[in-house]
């Protein structure tokens, strides 16, 4: 299937980041993934399949039911892409607290 989505549109969405941490655990089935929230099926259905569209999830069929999961190589592609920016964060955050040291008046 081809992405037809962007990958970080769909993980700003709270519940599409929800649904990734349950899948994070164990591969469920849409009925069990929807349990977890408030919103009705067909909304929970929907999050699914835009995370499907961009790759976030992979289906397998286990007899009449069809688990989703993670795909951890798409994941793995989203963190590559991150970690440059987490580790710039990390610098400056790093120096912000070493002048913020430097100049704690004292008491």
């Not at 991150?82 to 100049?103: C, G, Q, S, T």
Request: aromatic share 8%; with cysteine; hydrophobic share 40%.
């Amino acid at each position: 299937m081809k992405s037809r989505r962007d990958v970080f549109q769909a993980i700003a969405d709270p519940t599409r980041r929800a649904i990734l941490t349950l899948l994070a655990v164990q591969a469920l089935t849409p009925g069990a993934i929807a349990d977890n929230f408030k919103s009705s099926r067909q909304t929970i259905s929907k999050h699914i399949q835009i995370l499907t569209e961009c790759e976030l999830l992979e289906q397998e069929q286990s007899g009449r039911e069809i688990y989703y999961l993670i795909n951890a190589k798409k994941m793995k592609e989203v963190a590559e892409f991150i970690e440059p920016f987490r580790k710039m964060w990390d610098e400056r955050f790093n120096k912000l607290e070493a002048i913020m040291k430097k100049y704690k008046p004292n008491k």
